[in-house]
């Protein structure tokens, strides 16, 4: 009876510990679905599909803080040993949004010919920049790590993220192997380093004519523009972007101001002779891809640039 209680102990204690910080549950599918389904009645969310090729390990534990655990959810294509990886980073403003809502995503395109990563990491209300990013690039090296575990080639990871997660995404395919960007305490034998970007609709700069970010990013920064212009200036990729930056697609929406500072990009990555596209999915909301049509769509788009980067 006491070993039972114990355990029972044991439990509620890593329970409270997991959730001992504020969740923003306010940006889901659901949430967003109800949001745009009068102005676009024909949306549907993409149904399921049981893809006996892939293989999944959900909840992996690529992190154990000492009062927090990270987590990813790996779907990695079996029929081939040794697949490029993408690095899935979903959106919610930096302060909602969780892993679950890359699934889809990464399902379809795992079964494509790649090993997919739906990644945890600290948001807003937990951590402020940079945590968030620390986490992923820590997940990456985990990844390395255990290349042969999930049929992985170390040596053609690709960086995925959408709307708050795009930026991320570019922020860190930026900043590869830039030490001000690593967690020092993290111990690991392989680097951070991704060797594409794909960006969908997230902003690569922070301060920009086209930008209007405000409160979401503030938050997370630490402090509005005026109180934190350090911040604003290092969170955004077009501050780091240079010949070390690799090649980049852009999936966007029609909304200018969720891809702020990409032309900016697109004529330095030029100068270096970087590969780069542009996909624009017209009259499309933010938030495109969870839906039909749409999501067929940037399956399409990011798989022919991965094709085309990694095969």
């Not at 949430?31 to 599909?49: C, G």
């Amino acid at each position: 009876m006491k070993k039972m209680l114990f355990i029972i102990l044991l439990i509620s204690n890593t329970i409270f510990a997991q959730s001992n910080y504020s969740i923003d549950t306010s940006y889901t599918v659901k949430s967003t679905y109800n949001k745009l389904i009068k102005k676009y009645p024909f949306i549907t969310i993409p149904q399921e599909k049981n893809n006996t090729d892939v293989a999944e390990s959900k909840e992996v534990i690529y992190q154990q803080r000492k009062d927090r655990t990270l987590h990813l959810d790996a779907f990695y294509f079996k029929k081939q040993k040794s697949n490029p990886a993408v690095i899935m980073i979903h959106g919610g403003g930096w302060r909602s949004g969780n892993k679950n809502q890359m699934h889809d995503l990464a399902k379809e395109i795992a079964s494509k010919g790649y090993s997919c990563f739906a990644i945890e990491y600290r948001l807003s209300l937990e951590a402020k920049y940079p945590e968030g990013v620390y986490d992923v690039k820590n997940a990456i090296k985990f990844i390395k790590d255990n290349a042969r575990k999930f049929n992985v080639d170390p040596n053609k990871i690709a960086v995925l993220g959408c709307s708050s997660g795009g930026q991320m995404a570019a922020l860190i395919g930026t900043t590869n192997e830039n030490s001000g960007f690593e967690e020092a305490s993290f111990k690991s034998k392989s680097s951070s380093k991704v060797n594409a970007i794909i960006d969908v609709d997230g902003v690569l700069a922070f301060r920009h004519p086209q930008s209007s970010e405000g409160e979401m990013a503030s938050f997370w920064l630490g402090g509005s523009y005026d109180e934190k212009t350090d911040n604003w200036k290092n969170a955004s990729a077009l501050s780091h972007t240079d010949k070390n930056t690799p090649p980049i697609l852009f999936i966007n929406s029609s909304f200018e101001r969720f891809h702020a500072g990409r032309d900016d990009m697109i004529a330095i990555l030029n100068q270096h002779k970087i590969y780069s596209e542009v996909k624009t999915i017209q009259d499309s909301p933010h938030s495109f891809w969870f839906f039909e049509p749409w999501f067929t769509e940037t399956i399409t788009y990011t798989t022919q640039f991965l094709d085309k980067i990694f095969k």
